[in-house]
Every structure is written in structure tokens, then in C-alpha cells.
């Protein structure tokens, strides 16, 4: 099993549609989680961080889930610049509960918002 | 100016010649990591270093080596390199700080090696 897997999809939805991602991580010791965004051919971009208790920003929320080990990234209101490719990502702890600051990435899931 | 940059952006090789691929950063972070990208695979950690002279492996170092001479830079190298290592290559920085474990990481422009 992988330790970060995300449905590659590709999603297509329709401008202003809901669309929701998730990505289940196999270390019950992750300690932090993230959500990128990358755009065709350019690099990976911090979209927002994950909080224990859920956050949001602007049309996007991010939720943890601990206890089925799983992050989701809900995003309302789709925009055609929307469109891109969303990689969840997963840090572990490191010796003395400290952060090593490696990331673990998902395969990453594709978005197309279509007019 | 980008914080981050790498040279080259675009590479073409033949299997069994030696590859560096370079990477400066003008944020001033401690840490700095090398990934390559393939098609359903997601990124994947070569290595990643601390510190000047600091490495570390990640999870497919195998056929890949790197040099970290000075905080700024971190170098990859395919000391002989192979078609399957054909992929598109990161180099990300972030900061040395514990405390803030949401610490982001920045990536560069990547570069894009092809191996005949």
C-alpha cells in the first residue's frame, strides 16, 4: 500500500460546481498534511495547509479525519482556473516528535473545470 | 527573480553520460530537497539535505548522488544516466524551524531530462 494515495481521477466538472478530493495516508504518526496545487508543466505550489480542526480559505476547506487517516479538500463555487493537477501531502515525525520536514506526496488528483 | 531556479530547464541525453542538475535559492532556508515527477506517480524524494554538507537519502536515491557545498545550492547528479530516469526534476527549499511544523516548501521551475 501506498503511504499517500490520492483517485487520480481526472475530475470534470462544470463551472460553479462543488467538487471534493480526498487522500488517505498509511502513518498514523503523520504529523502535518498539505494540499498543493500544480499547474501543466510548472511546478507545485502551496494551496493551504491542513488544521486538526478543519480550515478554510475563501471557496476552499480542508478537513483531517485522524481516526480513518484521510485529509479531503472540498473546493465550491469551481472557476475555469480552477484546472489543475491538486497533490496532497504528508509529513511524519521525526525523532523526539520534531518535524524532518520531508514530505510525502500523493500521485495527485486532476481537475478540469469546463465552461 | 525567482527565489528559487534551476538549470538546466531542459535536457536531452544519451544513456551512460554523466547529468548535473543545479539548483540555487535566494530565500535563505537551511533545507533543500531534490524530486522527480513521473506520469501517475506523483513526486518522489531523491535526497534532501539539512545543512551545508548535510544528506540525506530519500526514497529513490539509487543512480543519483548530490553535493551540497554551500547553503544557496544543491547540485543532483546521474553519474550514468539511464532511460528510466527520462522525468521531470524539482528542487524544493524550506525553512530549519521545528517549531513551525507547517513549514512550506518552495519549489523550483523543475527541469525536464530526457534520456535516448
Known amino acids: 500500500r501506498k503511504e499517500v494515495e490520492q483517485d487520480p481521477g481526472p475530475f470534470n466538472v462544470p463551472e460553479g460546481a462543488t467538487v471534493a478530493f480526498n487522500c488517505t495516508y498509511s502513518?498514523?504518526?503523520?504529523?502535518?498534511f498539505f494540499w498543493y496545487r500544480q499547474d501543466c508543466r510548472k511546478e507545485p505550489k502551496l494551496l493551504m495547509s491542513v488544521y486538526s480542526s478543519g480550515n478554510e480559505d475563501g471557496r476552499f476547506t480542508a478537513q483531517l479525519n485522524r481516526a480513518s487517516q484521510y485529509i479531503s479538500l472540498l473546493i465550491r463555487d469551481s472557476k475555469l482556473s480552477d484546472s489543475a493537477t491538486y497533490l496532497c501531502?504528508?509529513?511524519?515525525?521525526?525523532?523526539?516528535?520534531?518535524?524532518?520536514?520531508?514530505?510525502?506526496f500523493g500521485q495527485g488528483t486532476i481537475l478540469t473545470v469546463h465552461p | 527573480d525567482a527565489d528559487v531556479t534551476q538549470t538546466p530547464r531542459n535536457r536531452i541525453t544519451k544513456t551512460g553520460k554523466r547529468i548535473m542538475l543545479e539548483c540555487s535559492q535566494t530565500?535563505?532556508?537551511?533545507?533543500m530537497y531534490w524530486y522527480r515527477q513521473d506520469p501517475g506517480l506523483g513526486l518522489r524524494l531523491i535526497y534532501y539535505?539539512?545543512?551545508?554538507?548535510?544528506?540525506n537519502k530519500g526514497e529513490i536515491s539509487d543512480g543519483y548522488s548530490v553535493s551540497r557545498q554551500a547553503q544557496a545550492k544543491f547540485s543532483l547528479s546521474l553519474e550514468s544516466a539511464i532511460p528510466n530516469q527520462t522525468a521531470l526534476y524539482f528542487c524544493?527549499?524550506?525553512?530549519?524551524?521545528?517549531?513551525?511544523?507547517?513549514?512550506?516548501?518552495?519549489f523550483g521551475p523543475g527541469t525536464r531530462l530526457t534520456v535516448l
Open positions: 530565500k535563505g532556508h537551511d533545507r
Open positions: 501531502a504528508v509529513r511524519e515525525s521525526g525523532a523526539g516528535g520534531t518535524s524532518y520536514g520531508k514530505l510525502t
Open positions: 524544493a527549499t524550506s525553512e530549519n524551524d521545528e517549531n513551525r511544523g507547517h513549514n512550506e516548501q518552495f
Open positions: 502513518n498514523s504518526a503523520s504529523q502535518s
Open positions: 539535505s539539512f545543512d551545508v554538507k548535510d544528506i
